[in-house]
Structure formats: structure tokens, C-alpha cells
């Protein structure tokens, strides 16, 4: 048996044909697996969707109650029956909930990875390495310029900025699900035990962290507190959020972004940022090569982001490669979660829908600049 035989790539998501089922699939399908619940691979309207607690209860959120005809949640480690497959969810360390796939039949083993980093994360179970004949990657940060660094020194240099700047509000941009959580989670155990206050848009999902025992201290809205109030604090918003007027009910607003994409320095002037934070919830170049070979996997497909270079290292690895051109992956976006419940009830300055709207996700901006920093 082949691993084609198991997985094959389609136009909307990779497919099982002896469980008949996509993994992450871009349009409704009959029965699907989920491995997290960012927008770009959990998508609302499957007859069946399975995948961990945390991701159905995320999605739930996002989308509402009627997100999918029936669901099925799956502990890691537990192996599930899928037709003539068996399935077991490990935990992929990319945001609450997020999981790998192994989808196993007559001895062949394939995983599919989601997405995923190799770092520790205080909002979400550590990544397991799955040995597996075929390994299905992420490629957002593939190239040898993102090497991430350690998160503690970008909440360092945040803290910093604030010791120097007390009377500035630190706003910081930051993805929704998964981002905000860690930033805040990063701030708690460096020692920051002030009041952090949260856009509305970011408030039902990070409440749902919190009662998942995501240790995240005291939180405040932004919604109904006074100018004079936020002088010297710090606020989590959408990114988008950083332009909008919105903003003005701070006092002198000092702007910061959370991603891995800050490593671009043009990427910082684009959006304005004074406080590029480079921390991703994605595996950088060398969590991605070294996951890769850890695997022991001889056949990777690559998918999600810098596809080519990662293929070429593999090759020169001995290893087959192929890249997986499957449209959809990479557009988490908070405006497409406007039939969503958790977004709406937003209630901030400005416009609303714009407020709680969020750029494409990291995984979404493929090409780096031409400056990128080179450290």
C-alpha cells in the first residue's frame, strides 16, 4: 500500500478514501476533520465534523451552534475508527485545541500536521512528534530567514518599552485565537500582573481560554473605560484594529504587533507598527527542517506557505517532496467570521465590522520582502 492510497490531495483539502473524509477541507463536504479552529481550515456548513473538544467548542463560538450537521470529539492519543482507517489526534502546539493527524490502515502511517510550532506555549498541550511514512507540512515560515527567537525576549522588549513610556497606552496587535492568549499568557509569567484589557472582539474566545485553566490574571474590556484609565496600560486588539479610530480613545497610543511576520522590517512600516514583537504560532525554518527529519517520514508533501524552498531541502535530504497547491489555507480572516457569534458583539468605537476585522493571518503573506532582517 501506498500513502496515496490512504491521502490524496484534491482541489479542496486532502481526502481519505478508505474513511471518506477531507482533513481540513476549504468548502462543506459530507465529513470532514478538523484539526484547529482558525478560519482557514475550519470552515462552518460539513454534515460531520471531527475533532478535539477545544476545536469544536472554538468553532461553536465563531460560527454558532449550527456549524455542522453532527459532531464527534476525539481525545489525543485516542484512536477512532473512520471506515477502514484508524484515526489519532496528537497535539500539534499551534493554538487550544490544535491537533496532528495519523491517519493509519495495513501498517502505513501518514500524518497530517495542521498547523503547528515545536515551542513551548502556555495556552496549549507541547507538540508531539508522530513517526510516520508520510508527513503532511505547513510551510508558512519556510525559508532559512524566520528563525523566530525566543518569545520571552520580544515580552521583554514590550515591558521595556512600557518602563520607558508610562504615560503611553501599548496597544498590541494580535490574532484572535491563539495570539492574544499566548501574548497575554507570555506577560503573566514574566512577571506583569496589571489589569490587560482586550478589544471586544477578542473577548468571548480569550473567556473560553480562561475557563479551559489558561492562567491570564485579571482582564478588562477597552468598552466603557475612561482615556485617563488606559494611560500606561496594555491592550490586545485585531490588527486592524491598530488604523482605526478606534484608537483614539487611548491616551498617545504606542502600537505594537505580535507575529512572526515582524521579522520583515517592511512589514512592520506597512502596518504602521512602532513595537514589531516577532512571535508566531508557527514552526520557523529550523522547527520546520528538524520536525521534518524527526519524523523519520521518507515522502513529504508541503503545503500552506513557502512551498518550493522547503521541497528543494528535502530533496537534498534524499527525502521525496511534493507540494500541495490547495487554495484556501492561509486566509484566516476575521471578516469572513461575520456570521460568527463572537465577533458582533463587538460595541467599540468606530465601525464596528472594521473593528473586528483582522488581516490576513500569518500564514496567508507568502512572500517576505526584500529587506527582511537577516539575523
Known amino acids: 500500500m501506498r500513502p496515496e492510497d490512504i491521502l490524496m490531495p484534491t482541489p479542496v483539502g486532502t481526502f481519505c478514501k478508505l474513511g471518506s473524509f477531507h482533513i481540513d477541507p476549504t468548502r462543506p463536504v459530507e465529513r470532514a476533520l478538523i484539526t484547529h479552529a482558525h478560519s482557514d481550515h475550519a470552515r462552518p456548513g460539513h454534515g ?30 485516542e484512536g477512532v475508527s473512520v471506515g477502514d ?15 496532528q493527524a495519523l491517519v493509519e490502515a495495513n501498517g502505513l ?7 503547528y510550532k515545536n515551542v513551548a506555549d502556555p495556552t496549549c498541550v507541547p507538540f508531539e512528534l508522530v513517526a510516520c511514512d508520510l508527513f503532511i507540512t505547513e510551510a508558512t ?19 521595556h518599552s512600557l518602563a520607558l513610556f508610562p504615560e503611553r497606552a501599548h496597544l498590541i496587535g494580535a490574532y484572535s485565537l491563539g495570539k492574544a492568549q499566548r501574548v497575554i499568557a507570555l506577560l503573566r509569567q514574566h512577571g506583569y500582573h496589571a489589569p490587560i484589557y482586550l478589544h471586544g472582539a477578542m473577548e468571548r474566545i480569550t473567556q473560553y481560554y480562561a475557563s479551559r485553566g489558561i492562567a491570564l490574571g485579571e482582564l478588562r474590556v477597552v468598552r466603557g473605560a475612561a482615556k485617563s484609565e488606559l494611560a500606561g496600560t496594555i491592550t490586545l486588539c485585531p490588527p486592524s484594529a491598530l488604523s482605526d479610530l478606534w484608537t483614539r480613545r487611548f491616551p498617545d497610543p504606542l502600537t505594537a504587533m505580535a507575529s512572526g511576520w515582524m521579522r520583515i522590517r517592511a512589514r512592520a512600516r506597512q502596518y504602521g507598527v512602532a513595537l514589531p514583537l516577532v512571535i508566531s504560532d508557527h514552526a520557523d525554518w529550523d522547527g520546520l527542517t528538524a520536525t521534518v527529519a524527526a519524523t523519520g517520514a ?14 528543494h531541502w528535502c530533496g537534498t535530504r534524499g527525502l521525496k517532496a511534493r507540494p500541495l497547491d490547495i487554495v484556501g489555507y492561509g486566509d484566516e480572516d476575521e471578516e469572513g467570521l461575520s456570521t460568527g457569534a463572537a465577533e458582533r458583539q463587538d460595541g467599540e468605537a468606530g465601525s ?4 473586528a476585522r483582522e488581516p490576513r493571518s500569518e500564514s496567508a503573506q507568502r512572500v517576505p520582502d526584500a529587506d527582511a532582517d537577516k539575523t
Open 141 to 159: 515560515f519556510a525559508l532559512p530567514v524566520f528563525r523566530h527567537g525566543d518569545p520571552r525576549l520580544e515580552i521583554a522588549k514590550l515591558l
Open 48 to 77: 460531520a465534523v471531527l475533532a478535539t473538544q477545544e476545536t469544536l467548542d472554538l468553532m461553536r463560538l465563531r460560527y454558532g451552534d449550527n456549524f455542522a450537521g453532527a459532531t464527534q470529539a476525539a481525545r489525543y492519543g
Open 352 to 355: 464596528p465590522d472594521d473593528a
Open 109 to 115: 502511517r501518514v500524518v497530517a500536521s495542521g498547523d
Open 298 to 311: 521518507g515522502e513529504i508533501w508541503v503545503t500552506h506557505g513557502q512551498e518550493d524552498a522547503l521541497v
Open 85 to 99: 482507517v484508524k484515526v489519532t489526534l496528537h497535539p500539534a502546539g499551534h493554538v487550544l485545541g490544535s491537533a
